[in-house]
């Protein structure tokens, strides 16, 4: 939607890849129980929000995941909170070529990473316990809504 007193204008010409993001997962979300596409990918789907609307995105990615294998690359620890399996993706340089590893983490690592992504490079016990914090009360939310798909 465009601006107010701003005439009508095609969506690509208007959205930003992450509010064209946001508008394809509020589609995805309605069409959730008819979608046939198994797979669903969100790419930075975090471009352009702050943590009250990552935990909003995260709520959704969540409940799309009920009936989807979704795959969602995120800056925001709120939204990645959310996520089942939480994967980092680091890049290095070895022998003057890049090279990408894979990590799951789990855990202790998980709760570090979140840490790390609320913003500090010295992951101390304030932004740990936010991590925590973040992390239980996801969890719980997860939980209650898959009780009430099964309601």
């Known amino acids: 939607m465009t601006n107010p007193g701003e005439p009508m204008k095609p969506l690509a010409d208007i959205a930003s890849g992450g509010e064209t993001c946001r508008i394809m997962l509020a589609l995805k979300s309605a069409l959730k129980r008819v979608d046939p596409i198994p797979t669903l990918v969100f790419d930075e789907i975090d471009i352009g929000i702050g943590g009250r609307g990552g935990n909003i995105v995260g709520k959704k990615l969540a409940t799309l995941a009920q009936q989807h294998q979704v795959i969602c690359i995120t800056h925001l620890p709120q939204v990645a909170c959310y996520g089942d399996v939480h994967i980092r993706m680091v890049k290095d340089i070895k022998s003057g070529r890049a090279v990408t590893k894979v990590e799951i983490m789990k855990g202790k690592t998980r709760i570090e990473e979140l840490a790390a992504m609320l913003g ?32």
């Open 120 to 151: 500090s490079e010295n992951t101390g016990k304030v932004m740990i316990d936010g991590a925590e914090k973040m992390l239980g009360q996801a969890d719980s939310w997860k939980k209650k809504e898959r009780e009430k798909v099964l309601a």
